[in-house]
């Protein structure tokens, strides 16, 4: 039994994953309801948390909202975002070469296709240390920590 994007499960509402459809929000005493990237600021005194994912290469950002979200509806960014479609990513790369690098670096990646994992390059992304510190400067979220990657799974 579904409300507004939630799904209920054992009569608790669940709330979507991170870049995907919101749950229930839990500011304000649930009043609301969050979506894609939303991040209350009003959970508590450091904001709601949340997770912005970066590319298998670069990893990603946990962040906290801000009071001053209220502006932007507590929305932030979702991801860093793609700079070259899927297509152009499997001409530009080959996905064996680029496990190899990856795991050259410490990366270690398992993908059902070398086709899947070519689209996945980290060149085909947005920096996420710009798309970060845009959100910080927009003071619509603050970074809590980086996450480097040490594994990925594409399929």
């Known amino acids: 039994m ?6 209920r499960r054992r009569g608790a509402r669940v709330a979507g994953s991170i870049g995907g459809a919101g749950g229930r929000r839990a500011a304000r005493g ?5 979506g894609r990237g939303r991040t209350p600021g009003s959970t508590g005194e450091i904001g709601q948390p949340v997770i912005i994912g970066g590319s298998m290469e670069t990893g990603s950002y ?6 001053s979200g209220a502006e932007t509806f507590f929305s932030t960014a ?25 795991e050259e670096r410490g990366i270690y990646v398992r993908s059902t296709s070398w086709a899947g994992l070519a689209e996945e390059a980290g060149a085909a992304y947005k920096n996420i240390d710009e798309v970060i510190a845009a959100t910080e400067r927009a ?8 996450f480097t990657p040490i594994g990925n799974v594409k399929g």
Request: glycine share 20%; no cysteine.
């Open 62 to 67: 946990l962040l906290v909202g801000t009071s």
């Open 2 to 7: 579904a409300a507004r994007g939630g799904r």
């Open 30 to 34: 649930g009043g609301g309801w969050a």
């Open 78 to 102: 979702h991801g860093s975002g793609r700079t070259m479609s899927r297509t152009k990513a499997r001409k530009q790369w080959q996905g064996r070469q680029l496990q190899r690098d990856l």
């Open 139 to 146: 003071g619509i979220s603050k970074p809590v920590a980086r």
